[in-house]
T-cell receptor, first 113, second 110 residues
Framework: EADIYQTPRYLVIGTGKKITLECSQT?????MYWYQQDPGMELHLIHY???????EKGDLSSESTVSRIRTEHFPLTLESARPSHTSQYLC????????????FGPGTRLLVL | GQSLEQPSEVTAVEGAIVQINCTYQ??????LSWYQQHDGGAPTFLSY????GLEETGRFSSFLSRSDSYGYLLLQELQMKDSASYFC???????????FGTGTRLQVTL
């Protein structure tokens, strides 16, 4: 079944640790996105990718970085986590010419102590 | 800058009809999407308007007026499971990036 997966679903980590949030999709979509969402608030785009070896920063400045080595995989990395990074991180994907219809993963809830 | 405004909360009774409005000011505009998000869940796509007019998908309809920079989501025959947050999102055309509104929390009561 075509889907989009994120791991871990929940992560509690100490300040200064390096973390990688995983995102994989089996729909063959070219475009992938990372959003940050605080509870009860709107989604903010932090990174996106058109395809392999393509990454761009989104509208919200983020200290995280991303990579796109394979079509199906779009991991997000924080080199040194801080309490201000506490949030929910949502990964999404879409077809190359269908960006208005995005498919979201279940999200990773990150708590940095 | 980009801004999308929605009412923060709406309450309606089961079986009723509710309309959630969205006004936008964006530097580019290619269409308006609507997403539903239950508490603790991921956003799911509901509807898209690329042209003016009404789009109907089952109990949900969405409307767009480009000249008024305005759209709405209409939910009919409300069910308890419709209690969720609803986000409008503008496709600004730049790499098909979506800018999301602040979200409307819909509470359906008996």
């Amino acid at each position: 079944e075509a889907d989009i997966y994120q791991t871990p679903r929940y992560l509690v980590i100490g300040t200064g640790k390096k973390i990688t949030l995983e995102c994989s999709q089996t729909m063959g979509h070219d475009k992938m996105y990372w959003y940050q969402q605080d509870p009860g608030m709107e989604l903010h785009l932090i990174h996106y990718s058109y395809g392999v070896n393509s990454t761009e920063k989104g509208d919200l400045s983020s200290e995280s970085t991303v990579s796109r080595i394979r079509t199906e995989h779009f991991p997000l990395t924080l080199e040194s986590a801080r309490p201000s990074h506490t949030s929910q991180y949502l990964c999404a994907s879409s077809e190359l010419y269908g960006g208005e219809t995005q498919y979201f993963g279940p999200g990773t809830r990150l708590l940095v102590l | 800058g980009q801004s999308l405004e929605q009412p923060s909360e709406v309450t309606a009774v089961e079986g009723a009809i509710v309309q959630i409005n969205c006004t936008y000011q964006t530097s580019g505009f290619y269409g308006l999407s609507w997403y539903q998000q239950h508490d603790g869940g991921a956003p799911t796509f509901l509807s898209y308007n690329g042209l003016d007019g009404l789009e109907e998908t089952g109990r949900f309809s969405s409307f767009l007026s480009r000249s008024d920079s305005y759209g709405y989501l209409l939910l009919q025959e409300l069910q308890m499971k419709d209690s969720a947050s609803y986000f409008c999102a503008v496709n600004t055309g730049t790499a098909s990036k979506l800018t999301f509104g602040t979200g409307t929390r819909l509470q359906v009561t008996l």
